[in-house]
């Protein structure tokens, strides 16, 4: 399963797309940890309290996760999620 990165995690992980083995029973919960034993670092950036930070965006496949199941929500090897931090501009 692959992480897509943007904007400051992708610079704190220096690389933009990281894969990662997951159980077949796995979610996005579980995907995460798999991220983070690779790069421990950017756990305090995309958690607080066990709870994804409010100012992050995580999509599985392009679909914001938190309509789904949140970190419950069930991943497959096949997935891409992504994580990135509010777009703005004009």
Known sequence: MDWKLFANLAEEAGEKRVSVDLDPDAT????????????????????EDGDL???LNLLKNGEDVSNEGGLETPVSSNDELALFPPVSGG
């Open 28 to 47: 996005v919960a579980d995907a995460l940890n798999a991220l983070f034993a690779v790069h421990p670092e950017l756990e305090d950036h995309v958690l």
């Open 53 to 55: 930070v409010s100012h």
